[in-house]
Nanobody, 115 residues
Framework: QVQLVESGGGLVQAGRSLRLSCAASKSIFSLNAMGWGRQAPGKQRELVARVSSGGRTNYLDSVKGRFTISRDNAMNTVYLQMNSLKPEDTGVYYC?????????WGQGTQVTVSS
């Protein structure tokens, strides 16, 4: 089992930046992948960014060039740097981990981007 705790959300104006952090309860070396999903009001959760155990990254098209996912293996932490934020980036952001074939999700942190 993996516990994930997110932090770093908040209210920000369009064009500004935020950095989200996700602390895992176990070594992230043992995880197949980690990432971030988000859920906007009235919409389904979507995977925004993902980093594999080998370091390969994938991004949702709408955030490419603006968001960067990174990992600190020593701290068992994954980050999501979000730049040039837009109102449509508003939502609850959830940390995600894949251990074997099991998905784990954190409790989420709210990100609100005002226009």
């Amino acid at each position: 089992q993996v516990q994930l705790v997110e932090s770093g959300g908040g209210l920000v104006q369009a064009g500004r930046s935020l950095r989200l952090s996700c602390a895992a309860s176990k070594s992230i070396f043992s995880l197949n992948a980690m990432g971030w999903g988000r859920q906007a009001p009235g919409k389904q959760r979507e995977l925004v960014a993902r980093v594999s155990s080998g370091g390969r990254t994938n991004y949702l098209d709408s955030v490419k060039g603006r968001f960067t996912i990174s990992r600190d293996n020593a701290m068992n932490t994954v980050y999501l740097q979000m730049n040039s934020l837009k109102p449509e980036d508003t939502g609850v952001y959830y940390c995600y981990a894949l251990a074997g074939s099991v998905d784990y999700w954190g409790q989420g942190t709210q990100v609100t981007v005002s226009s």
